[in-house]
Structures are given as C-alpha cells and as structure tokens.
C-alpha cells in the first residue's frame, strides 16, 4: 500500500521539506555546540542521597534531658497554668482562624490546599467571602476539572 | 515480569519501598532535573522543584496503575510541578510569565552555572518566549530527544497537535535567531 497516495491531492511549497529539514539541521548545529547548563560539583550524588533521607528516613524523636532544676520549674508553670485557666478543649478551628487573622501574609492557595491532609477536600469547602479574585481563580486552576488540572491527584 | 511492573510493585509494597525509591532516584533524577531545568532556567530552582517532584511521586505512587509508562508519569509531575513554580515565582514578583521568563534568561549571563556565549543566551530567550505548550514540546522533542509517542503521554496531547507545536517552535526559534 503507498501511503503517499493518500496525500495527493495536497501541494506544499516548492522544496518545502528540504527547507525544513535545513531549517532543522542549522538549528541543531547552534544548540549543540551550545549546551551549556552547569551544576554544582557532585550535586547528583549529593542531592541522590538528599533524596533518598527526604523520601525514606522517618523523623527521629529526640530525648532531651534537662537537669531537676530546670525540670522543676516547667512543672511548677505547667501547674500555674493548669490552675489559672479553666478546663476547656482547645477549638483547633478557632485556633487555626486566629492565626491565619493575625498572619501579614496570608497563605498563598497552594499552600491551604498543602496543608489540608484529606482526600475528600473539595473546591466548595472553602469559604470565598473573604478571598480575593485572583486567590478564587488559583484554587480552581487547581480544582476545577475544566482547567488544567495542577493539583490533581496524579494517577496515570 | 517487566521491570517497570516490578520497580512499581516495590514502591507499592511497604516492605519494598525503600529499595525502590532508591531505584527511582537514580534512574530518573538526571532527566528530571534537566527537564526541570530546561523550565525555570536557574539550579537552586531546579533543585527545589526536583525534590518536590520526588515528594508528589512518593504521595501519589499508590494511584499509579501502570496504564502509562512511569517516566511519563512523573514527566508529567515534574513538569506540573516546574510551571505551577514558575507561575508563583512571577506572581509574587507582580510579572507576567514572558516578563519573569525574559528575566530569568538575562540573569543567565551572570549565572556561575550557566556557560554560554551570545548566541546561547539568544537561543534561551527564543525558547523562553514560546507560548508554554510550544516550549514544552520544543524542550522534550529537541534538548531530551523523546518520541513523540512518548510526549503525547506526558503532556496528554494528540501527536498531530504535537508535531503541529514543535513546526512552529522551531519556524519561530529559527526566526528569532536570524534577526
């Protein structure tokens, strides 16, 4: 079968392909002599390893020993405060809500959508009021199944 | 077994993880890097995302199902990730993507870990100002060498479009050099 045949009735310009494939060829001449990233000496090995402890490495919990003394007074203010205040769970939600209120930065939407553990987090689950446009529109490049999708989770 | 099926079953498996991962380090963090690299243009960027690439590999290797090769599969990733920084970056520089792109490429010249002549420079500043799909094609097809079955994985689009993107990179490359 000529597969050629099926593009008969299509006409490119007068020596179209030899253009293009010299139109390639220079190009490939100036990058090649070109190639001209560096990195640091041994990074890979480097940052291999780096790698490696990132990914695999739990966090050690470490034990601290205090000497009696300075043992002494953290009781002695962890009872002061236990007496002082009275007994009530601490609201995580509140909490949280204050410290965004009182950061001069606020976190940028990639870093909300980080710090949200769950799977069942969804684009509607968020309150907008108080967002600015450019933040809505963040989220849903990040959410919404129309845009293209940055923060989906990644199955193939 | 196949060794892609074999190196995912390993990273799928508690018990087999960490040998994997190592694999996966080694095998994959050159290209990764280059690719990264080729996208924000300064290392200690590159480096940067290159470990929050790894991150989202690790989180995420549970819903790999093997229906794409594994080194299109964190392509994808790595690229995602490379333009989500590079979106940020200009952003928080109050620049738009071909302003922070332009800057980027003329810091070049003072980068210790950039060696290169005018001509060199010239040809970063025409890729960097290719609209993004045309950028990632040219980068992926001309600097990785990859088929065009394999982009059409990583970037999920049609190989007629595809070849369509890398004919205008280069029509616009060669241009830009000529002038």
Redesign the interface.
């Given at each position: 079968m000529n597969l050629n045949n099926k593009n008969n009735s299509f006409k490119v310009p007068e020596s179209y392909f030899e253009h293009?494939s010299k139109?390639?060829e220079?190009?490939a001449e100036?990058?090649e002599v070109?190639s001209?990233?560096?990195?640091?000496p041994a990074?890979?090995e480097k940052?291999?390893e780096?790698?490696?402890n990132?990914?695999?490495k739990k966090p050690k919990s470490r034990i601290v020993r205090f000497s009696p003394y300075v043992t002494a007074i953290a009781a002695s203010l962890i009872l002061a405060l236990l007496i002082r205040t009275p007994e009530q769970e601490l609201d995580t939600d509140e909490a949280a809500e204050r410290y965004f209120v009182e950061q001069d930065s606020p976190l940028?939407p990639?870093e909300l959508l980080e710090l949200n553990p769950t799977e069942d987090f969804g684009f509607t689950s968020i309150a907008f009021e108080d967002l600015a446009q450019?933040t809505v529109f963040e989220l849903q490049l990040a959410y919404d199944s129309n845009f293209n999708l940055?923060y989906q989770?990644?199955?193939? | 077994m196949e060794e892609q099926t074999l190196l995912v079953h390993a990273l799928q498996n508690p018990a087999t993880?960490?040998a994997g991962?190592?694999t996966l380090?080694?095998e994959y963090?050159?290209p990764l890097?280059?690719h990264i690299?080729?996208i924000v243009f300064d290392?200690e960027d590159a480096?940067d995302v290159?470990?929050n690439t790894?991150?989202?590999?690790?989180k995420?290797i549970k819903?790999?199902?093997?229906?794409?090769k594994l080194f299109?599969?964190m392509y994808?990733?790595a690229t995602?990730q490379a333009?989500?920084f590079i979106k940020?970056k200009s952003?928080k520089l109050g620049l738009s993507l071909n302003e922070y792109n332009e800057k980027q490429v003329s810091q070049l010249e003072a980068d210790?870990?950039?060696?290169?002549?005018a001509?060199?420079l010239k040809?970063?500043l025409a890729v960097a100002n290719l609209p993004e799909k045309q950028r990632l094609v040219f980068n992926l097809k001309?600097?990785e060498e990859l088929k065009y079955e394999e982009i059409s994985e990583i970037l999920e689009t049609s190989i007629g479009g595809l070849k369509a993107s890398y004919?205008h990179a280069?029509?616009k490359?060669?241009n830009e050099?000529e002038q």
């Open positions: 293009q139109q390639l220079s190009l100036i990058a070109q001209t990233f560096r990195v640091p990074y890979f940052s291999e780096r790698l490696h990132l990914l695999t940028t990639v450019e940055i989770d990644y199955e193939d | 993880q960490e991962f190592k380090i080694k963090q050159q890097y280059w690299r080729k290392h480096d290159l470990q790894y991150i989202k590999v690790f995420n819903n790999f199902r093997g229906e794409s299109s599969w994808r990733i995602n333009l989500t940020q952003r210790v870990y950039f060696e290169g002549d001509i060199a040809l970063q001309y600097y004919h280069v029509k490359i060669k050099l």
